[in-house]
């Protein structure tokens, strides 16, 4: 004798659960990324100035160095991407959030969109 039957009805304290859940990771993304990253993060460019370097072909494409950390970290979502200045060279610090909840740190070499760590 079955008590339940097996069916699906929608759970709108499921989707509250998962927003709030979605939030909390957030922060934590923010600040272990602000943790991993801030030696890195400190010499970042301002967005008009990133937009003039990568115009004038000094760098690769933004969504270039994106792609290639999302080949080192797979089934990860990318939370933040930054062109800051390292060691008198141009990188890209992007920061992702894997499914594990864990934050990645890669960096790029901005001019040749070659990985310089993972970590």
Do not use: T
Request: proline share 5%.
């Amino acid at each position: 004798m079955r008590l339940f039957r097996l069916h699906s009805v929608p759970d709108p304290q499921g989707s509250a659960m998962r927003i709030v859940l979605l939030i909390l990771a957030w922060w934590g993304v923010m600040g272990a990324a602000h943790a991993q990253g801030a030696a890195a993060l400190r010499n970042c460019l301002a967005p008009r100035e990133m937009q003039e370097i990568v115009s004038a072909n000094g760098v690769v494409a933004p969504a270039s160095a994106v792609l290639a950390a999302q080949r080192q970290v797979p089934n990860a979502d990318v939370v933040r991407a930054n062109l800051c200045r390292s060691d008198n060279a141009l990188v890209y610090v992007i920061m992702a959030l894997r499914k594990d909840g864990r934050v990645v740190q890669v960096m790029i070499d901005a001019p040749s969109g070659r990985i310089r760590s993972v970590r």
